[in-house]
């Protein structure tokens, strides 16, 4: 199953858990074996299999054991700053994002040459 937007979460996590186990077997660990190297209780690796929701630092562990920390990589790349950005920053790095702004009177504006 391809995963995408479309996919509910619990499917998502499901999905995700059938890869995992997926992985292991390839590996030839067993649960515990994982959960040992992982540094995990078992019952943790069994819960993951079965889709429910973990630490981030728990997957990252997991992952790791499973040789698939590499794949973070793509989840969520490095982006530098566009080139535009940079001649607009003079090389000093971005620190806050600017949000709308709110006009400073209520009155309306107008060009000036009404009557």
């Given amino acids: 199953m391809k995963i995408d937007g479309l996919l509910t979460d619990k499917a998502i996590l499901a999905e995700l858990a059938g890869r995992f186990v997926q992985r292991r077997l390839e590996l030839q660990l067993t649960q515990e074996m994982l959960a ?41 790349p490095a982006k530098g ?13 971005r620190k806050r994002v600017i949000g709308k702004r709110k006009p400073t009177d209520d009155v309306p504006w107008k060009w000036g040459d009404e009557a």
Avoid: C, F, Y
């Avoid at 700053?81 to 790095?93: A, H, I, S, V, Y």
């Fill in 81 to 93: 700053p566009r080139p535009m950005d940079l001649l607009k920053l003079k090389g000093k790095k």
């Fill in 36 to 76: 040992e190297q992982a540094g995990v209780s078992k019952r943790t690796v069994e819960r993951v299999e079965a889709g429910s929701t973990t630490q981030m630092s728990t997957m990252i562990r997991i992952l790791r054991v499973l040789e698939l920390l590499d794949r973070l990589e793509t989840l969520v």
